[in-house]
């Protein structure tokens, strides 16, 4: 891939989305497919890429939570400005202003001011932290500041001095700053590795999650050793069978909502149905695929959150491939399903896929319309999320524990939480608003019609 000089003709747009360092060409390619402009800028380590926006389609169409590879999304513009006298706010307040107003924004929530997740963008972080408040001071002078607007004025900086001046829609953008959810590790946790799945559940689940995790449901964890992934559910109050060859450590350990079998998590199977199987076994991403899909098609879980180590090269087509193989199988089950791929924060060479089957009554309060797709599509003929759906996920107001299920205290000291989150906002966003050129890592297949009592 080419890193092409930045233009500066005004009138541009360009989509900026902010990725792994190492996986630009991934989040390249998946902007280019599903919003179809150009790449313009796709260094490699960069940890950003900028695809360019067609001006004659409606700009604020794309949501980051429909990207695999992306955890931010903005809008911006050519007009960049450089960074290199001393008055840096002045020039890129000029610009943005200049730039709101071309796009008809006349105000802005706040404004904040970003930069890569890579060492030298870190590096950047003092000086936002400089910028930020004072561009904020004159978005409040100018009287742009305001709490009706869905808007917010974004800047990004990057290490060769140059500053990306820009927009995002709130609901199409990630809330936490970076588009990184911060959570704060458990002392008792056996192994970091629990953040992912908190990582995992807050993306996925989002609101819904205490519906879709109860006391008292089960679960399979196959690769659970040493125990991070079987130590979040457990703290959720699930009882957990964890299959591993390897030891489980710390609370884990002869623990009364823990069964450790020691067995092959390819040839295990339950005994009885389960609410959830999680996987972060290392294997080729197909064959945890073909797992998962057994499991799911099957009736052995109904949840599935599992971790698909990813190859060097064609990441994305690895991910469609394994999309394919849960698809199809689903299909042939008969079965409706919501499947969502989602690099995490947490993850490393690697994304993190989402199954559920979801009841009657959860389409129902979600109003979850999918829209019909023609049968043998590439992608096995799924249908995808229609836009009328909520913007979270799980069962509407099922906050909290249900009142007739206690659940089970879990064996460990309960000091910590099962991972804290440090910002939280509701964010799975199921608002698929995007004209799609190619499909979102969102596929829904709907339930069969109820046929009508005569
Ligand atoms: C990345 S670690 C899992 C970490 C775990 N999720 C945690 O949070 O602590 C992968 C685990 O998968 C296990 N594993 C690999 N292949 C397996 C198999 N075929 N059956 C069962 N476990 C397997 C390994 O023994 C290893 O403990």
Known sequence: MTTKNITTT????????????????????????????????????????????????????????????????????????????????????EAL???????GIDHVVDCRV??????????????????????RELFGEAGMLAGHTKYRAMVFLTPDKRAYIGVADMHLSAEDPLGIPRFRMPADA???????????????????????????????DLGAAPGGWTWQLMQRGLRITAVDNASLKGDLVDNAMVK??????????????????????????????????????????????????????????????????????????????????????????????????????ERFAHNVAARDKPANTSRGGQKKIGRETNGTMGVKGAK??????????????????PGTLVQTKPVLNLNSTLPRAAASPWSVKPLPKRKKAK
Request: proline letters at 5%; hydrophobic letters at 40%.
């Open 10 to 93: 005004p009138t541009e747009l360009a989509w900026l989305g902010y990725c792994r360092a190492g996986f630009e060409r991934d989040l390249g390619i998946e902007l280019q497919e599903r919003l179809g402009g150009e790449i313009i800028e796709a260094e490699e380590n960069a940890g950003f890429v900028r695809v360019s926006c067609s001006t004659g389609r409606a700009k604020f169409h794309a949501s980051v939570h429909d990207f695999i590879f992306a955890r931010q999304l903005l809008l911006t513009c050519d007009s960049v400005v450089a960074l290199t006298s001393n008055d840096r706010v002045n020039p890129i307040f």
């Open 400 to 417: 909290g524990v249900s009142e007739t299920k206690r659940p089970p205290k879990p064996a460990s000291s309960g000091k910590t939480g």
């Open 260 to 361: 450790h079998l020691r067995a092959d998590g390819f040839k295990y199977t339950p005994n009885i149905p389960v609410d959830w199987l999680v996987c972060d076994m290392v294997e080729q991403p197909a064959r945890i695929a073909k797992l998962v899909a057994k499991w799911l098609a099957s009736g052995w879980a109904r949840y599935a959150i599992f971790n698909l180590k990813l190859p060097m090269k064609k990441r994305n087509e690895e991910v469609e491939r394994c999309r394919q193989i849960i698809g199809e199988a689903l299909d042939e089950a008969g079965k409706s399903y919501i499947l969502q791929f989602k690099q995490l924060y947490h993850d490393r060479e690697e994304v993190t896929g989402f199954v559920m089957l979801p009841s009657r009554k």
């Open 190 to 220: 056996p192994s970091r590795s629990t953040l992912k799945l908190a990582e995992a559940i807050h993306v996925f689940l989002g609101s819904g999650q205490d519906e879709a995790l109860q006391p008292d449901m089960r679960a399979v």
């Open 97 to 103: 202003t200049i730039f709101l107003v071309a796009q």
């Open 114 to 135: 970003e930069y890569p997740d890579t060492n030298h963008g870190k590096a950047l972080s003092r000086s936002a932290k400089a910028i930020e408040p004072r561009l």
